[in-house]
RNA sequence: GCGGCUCUGGUGAAGUGGUUAACACGUCGGAUUGUGGCUCCGAUAUGCGUGGGUUCGAUUCCCACGAGUCGCCCCA
């Protein structure tokens, strides 16, 4: 109990490490190139920002969230995500002023799912959101964004799909339609969707089960029912995407689980990752701002899954190797040596000069197989003949090459033969 | 939240209802005097996810719980 981190949660060790920096280092070089700008919102929110900004009804809302009260008796909850975070901050801190406001974040959410690789329960997205704009031409840098993204790794095997899920004037029209349909198949439906015919009809177009059966194909499409508001900016999306040189495909299946999606949806799926293929997925959601208290401002966004797309890269074996060699390795025997060695090993540090030494007081032979292991390239010897004579005998631990220099001359051979 | 499968040392794993739980890697130590990488030698689970039960006896059988994994659900 005590040994084992709550479940769905996962320590990062220093061999993971580093590949987590350099996705992160990617993320906020491609955002740079894109203009957006980096911002970090609190880990927890009140618990209304949720309820109110992704939906009650949602499963998101109503049996994942990570909600407690405070000793101030306040309803807290661990963010889900960082979509409504952004909303609320860019209204408290007045954002609005600035005109078009483009941000992205990177950071933990906290989800109480059944874990299964690439799902935790405190897990990382990456995010991007574009304030402030009405512009089909954002959807499409956005979902540029993403998708030149994941491409720049070298993935094969993705996908990426778009769909318009309608806005408040036509999509209620199209969710009647699908409702009648179904309830004429209902003796078809699996138990599933049964649920979902009153909850969420447009759930039963992805449905693992019934989207394969023969209903399916007459089943009403959203477009439709479109209003010419949509139909006309889901078009230009398209041709943005077009122009851009972009492979998309439409699926008038996909649909977003969060209730604050508008217009545009869209997912990027690496179909290897099995049942968790989602690697990234958003859209346009022009009612948020104004349901947590806003003006009316449209806005586009996505979010991507951090763990996913490294078990992505894992899978591929994209993920660089990290370097985590050494310069220099002080090696020591004897009382006197080693503060001697401890001072080498400090002044080298003073230098820049990465360095370690051997703190456990082993055979100078031990002491030397440890030089070996750490990867460093020379092994600095000190005993009682360096002591006397204020000397270093540097060994080159590729050449085996090896001679005694002044102490003071140390830093600057090394530096000189390290570059 | 539902269903299937799995659970042996630091790691990968073999194995059996009954006295010493293979093997490999790793780690540590050694192969004479202050020097590594190769080789050789030695050490390294009184323990087989946890807790119960069956049994003369369980790591091996049963149950519960936990964790992981796959699928569903959900989603990134």
Redesign the pocket.
């Known amino acids: 109990m005590l040994t ?1 981190a709550p ?2 949660t996962k320590d990062i060790l220093p061999e993971q490490a580093g590949g987590w920096l350099w996705l992160e280092d990617k993320i906020r070089e491609l955002c740079k190139l894109y203009g957006y700008e980096e911002i970090r919102t609190p880990t927890f929110e009140h618990t209304e920002l949720f309820q109110r900004g992704i939906g009650e009804g ?3 809302v109503d049996k ?1 969230m990570y909600t407690f009260t405070d000793r101030g008796d306040r309803s807290i909850t661990l963010r889900p ?1 960082n979509t409504a975070s952004v909303v609320r901050a860019y209204l408290q801190n007045k954002l609005y002023a600035k005109g078009l406001v483009k941000l992205f974040y990177i950071g933990s959410m906290f ?1 109480y ?8 329960r405190e ?1 990382h ?1 990456f995010g991007v959101e574009a304030l402030g704009e009405k512009n089909p031409a954002v959807d499409a840098e956005i979902i540029l964004l993403a998708w030149e993204f994941l491409k720049s790794f070298g993935l094969d095997d993705l996908t990426l799909k778009i769909n318009t899920v309608g806005c408040p004037a036509c999509r209620p029209i199209y969710r009647r339609k699908l409702k009648e349909y179904f309830t004429e198949e209902i003796d078809e439906l699996c138990d ?1 969707c049964k649920r ?1 015919l009153d909850k969420n009809p447009m ?1 039963i177009l992805d ?3 019934d989207g394969l059966k023969d209903f399916m194909d007459d089943a009403p499409k959203i477009e439709t029912c479109l209003c010419d508001d949509c139909r006309e900016h889901f078009n230009r999306v398209k041709e943005f995407l077009t122009a851009a040189g972009v492979e998309f495909v439409i699926d008038n299946r996909l649909v ?3 209730d604050y999606y508008t217009k545009t949806a869209f ?1 990027i799926q690496y179909a290897p990752l ?3 293929s ?4 958003g859209g346009r959601y022009d009612g948020l701002i104004k349901e947590i208290g806003g003006d009316d401002t449209p806005a586009v966004g996505f ?3 951090l ?2 797309i490294l078990l992505a890269l894992e899978l591929q074996n994209r993920l660089p190797a990290t370097n985590k060699k050494i310069a220099a390795f002080v090696v020591s ?1 004897g009382m006197a040596a080693e503060v001697y060695a401890f001072k080498l090993l400090t002044d080298l540090r003073l230098e820049n000069i990465s360095a370690a030494m051997d703190f456990g007081k ?5 002491q ?6 750490s990867g460093a390239k020379f ?1 600095l ?6 002591v006397a004579t204020s000397t270093v ?1 540097v ?1 080159n ?2 050449t ?1 090459a ?1 001679e005694k220099v002044p102490v003071e001359e140390v830093s600057s051979m090394l530096s000189q033969k390290n570059s």
């Not at 799912?113 to 935790?120: F, I, K, S, Y």
């Not at 010897?381 to 360096?386: A, L, S």
């Open positions: 084992n479940r769905g949602t499963d998101v994942e995500e989800r799912d059944r874990p299964q690789a690439g799902r935790l897990f997205q599933d979902r759930r449905c693992k089960i977003r689980g969060l997912e099995g049942a968790q989602a690697v990234a997925g979010a991507a899954g763990e996913r025997s082993k055979s100078l032979k031990a030397m197989k440890q030089a070996a292991k092994a010897i000190v005993g009682e003949d360096e005998t060994k631990l590729e085996s090896q």
